[in-house]
């Protein structure tokens, strides 16, 4: 129900269709959660079933999504009930193929990691945009709570990639010291 809640947040700014909530979504929390728009649309629907969010038809026969009294209710009670485990479980690709990479020639090994070092840096340019939108924000005095815990999350995204970058470029550095193995 992550989604939910999290669709219940984004709502809460304002109304919005499921297309205006997912421009939203990927300029916001896409960043440690995503979702598709067909996922959006069938949590919608649970939404409004279960009396969290109300719709209404406007021009050009276009759904309105907005959050209900409930809805709200549930959402702060969610907020505030924090997971015990503040760790998330991932799953991570990159990961398992690194793992099982003795397989690879050290070229090639090498490759992935410069590979994962480019796709951070792409990331890192965009937290990095974001923030300054934030930074502008708030020099320009709208320095609410909302703004600031957004910028909370862009930050950790910055140093996450940070992190991920100087990781790998140690990855390198210790495959650069490898013996060439012999072969048998």
């Known amino acids: 129900m992550t989604l939910g809640f999290i669709l219940l947040g984004l709502l809460l700014n304002k109304p919005m269709t499921g297309y205006d909530l997912k421009s939203f979504f990927n300029n916001s929390v896409n960043f440690f959660w995503s979702a598709e728009l067909s996922q959006i649309y069938r949590e919608l629907s649970k939404l409004e ?13 276009k759904k309105i999504y907005e959050v209900s009294g409930e809805g709200q209710e549930v959402f702060l009670k969610w907020l505030k009930e924090f997971p015990e485990n503040l760790t998330p479980v991932s ?94």
């Open 49 to 61: 079933t279960q009396g969290y969010i109300i719709s209404r038809t406007e021009q050009q026969d």
């Open 91 to 184: 799953r991570n690709e990159f990961l398992v193929r690194i793992f099982f990479s003795a397989k690879l020639s050290k070229e090639e090994l090498v490759n992935q990691f410069e590979r994962y070092i480019c796709q951070q840096e792409e990331e890192a340019e965009i937290y990095k945009a974001i923030e300054q939108k934030i930074n502008s924000s708030i020099t320009a005095g709208e320095c609410g709570t909302d703004i600031i815990c957004r910028r909370f999350t862009v930050r950790r995204g910055i140093y996450f990639t940070q992190s991920e970058m100087q990781w790998a470029k140690e990855c390198i550095e210790e495959i650069s010291k490898l013996q060439p193995e012999k072969e048998t």
